[in-house]
């Protein structure tokens, strides 16, 4: 196939899912610049291997696949390259740069509304499940994976998957049922008392 042909095969099979991947990375690295760079990984490896891509297969799941393997190398990267920065290195002007910070290179209309909706409690609760739970459930709830294409996707076998799931679902669970009760939502079941019949 001559380059052309792969260019445009690439541009209609890939280019269309460029939300879809840049929402999961942001789920993977909880950071707008970050997840940007992660896209913009996926697609150039993605790129450069779409020769190994047969027509017909799942797009989706192959460019998840390569994302996934990605974020899992460049956290392994992380956690065996130790950084420290002193903040004397660092300019008033640098630092103060950096906070105001506020990428939005690749969101789409619908990205940019849902994150004006986020609620930070929510968020945290997502945050606060393990990664590999968390990432299980994205893909199943919010994507709409099946066992199997998670476990494709995560390298596990669909055990682990279905494990994960139901982990991290409990756990959600319980820390946005936390949430609930502290906004006075639903009811308050430490007050619930059996009925007793009366004599």
Known sequence: MNDDGRVERFERDALPLLDQLYGAARRYTRNAADAEDLVQETLL????????????????????????NNWINSYRARQRAVSEHLCEDFADWQLSAEGRHTSTGLRSAEVEALEAMRDDDIADALDAIPAANRMTVYFADVEGYHYREIASLMGTPVGTVMSR??????????????????????RDTSTDQAAVPSS
């Open 165 to 186: 799931l139901a982990r991290g679902r409990k756990r959600l669970r319980e820390l946005l049922a936390d949430v609930a009760r502290d906004r006075g939502i639903g």
């Open 45 to 68: 490896k993605a790129y450069s291997g779409f020769h190994t891509f047969h027509p017909g297969s799942n797009a989706r799941a192959w460019l998840f696949r390569i994302m996934y």
